[in-house]
T-cell receptor, first 111, second 112 residues
Framework: EDKVVQSPLSLVVHEGDTVTLNCSYE??????LLWYKQEKKAPTFLFML????IEKKSGRLSSILDKKELFSILNITATQTGDSAVYLC???????????FGTGTRLKVLA | DVKVTQSSRYLVKRTGEKVFLECVQD?????MFWYRQDPGLGLRLIYF???????EKGDIPEGYSVSREKKERFSLILESASTNQTSMYLC???????????FGPGTRLTVL
């Protein structure tokens, strides 16, 4: 059965800390993995990863995929209170555009 | 910018009522999706549509139906609302042959 597991479930850090969020997956015919950020509203797209070892970067956020070990990490450096959110990982299922979502990691950044 | 809008941010209904949730996207996307999001369960797919008048069941279609009469609009219908349908409902859309979905702001539905 296809599945996506995120860890940790929640995390509390102080501003300036660096955090690493994990997403592991088991999906038949894997083709991509996506990261979203959800504050008190719609999930907003962060990254889509398709190739192993190629880092995607946007400001203080970066992400990388390991297709051999079947996981991805999302790094946030120099965290700010505005990074407080739920971070979701999603993987499309084989042959469709349906996602399997992880349950998310809730990040709280304290001032 | 892709814009996905949903008809209501908050909705309160009574058990047994028929409920319509509407979603509109302005980017000519072929695919549209309805999810519900519950604490501890994450986002679960209810229905999706890849073309006008086409629909496919997701993981939890029971108690729901959908309608897509125009490309930009995808409606979720609760024929007879029940308390266990109290949830956050999210609509999303994507271009055909792409994996990136764009989400609407969500409708928080409470069924009393």
């Amino acid at each position: 059965e296809d599945k996506v597991v995120q860890s940790p479930l929640s995390l509390v850090v102080h501003e300036g800390d660096t955090v690493t969020l994990n997403c592991s997956y088991e999906v038949t015919n894997f083709r991509s993995l996506l990261w979203y950020k959800q504050e008190k509203k719609a999930p907003t797209f962060l990254f889509m990863l398709t190739s192993s070892g190629i880092e995607k970067k946007s400001g203080r956020l970066s992400s990388i995929l390991d297709k051999k070990e079947l996981f991805s990490i999302l790094n946030i450096t120099a965290t700010q209170t505005g990074d407080s959110a739920v971070y979701l990982c999603a993987v499309p299922t084989s042959g469709t555009y349906k996602y399997i979502f992880g349950t998310g990691t809730r990040l709280k950044v304290l001032a | 910018d892709v814009k996905v809008t949903q008809s209501s941010r908050y909705l309160v209904k009574r058990t047994g009522e028929k409920v319509f949730l509407e979603c509109v996207q302005d980017m000519d996307h072929e695919n549209m999706f309805w999810y519900r999001q519950d604490p501890g369960l994450g986002l679960r797919l209810i229905y999706f549509s890849y073309d006008v008048k086409m629909k496919e069941k997701g993981d939890i279609p029971e108690g729901y139906s959908v309608s897509r009469e125009k490309k930009e609009r995808f409606s979720l219908i609760l024929e007879s609302a029940s308390t266990n349908q109290t949830s956050m409902y999210l609509c999303a859309s994507s271009l055909i042959n792409t994996d990136t979905q764009y989400f609407g702001p969500g409708t928080r539905l409470t069924v009393l």
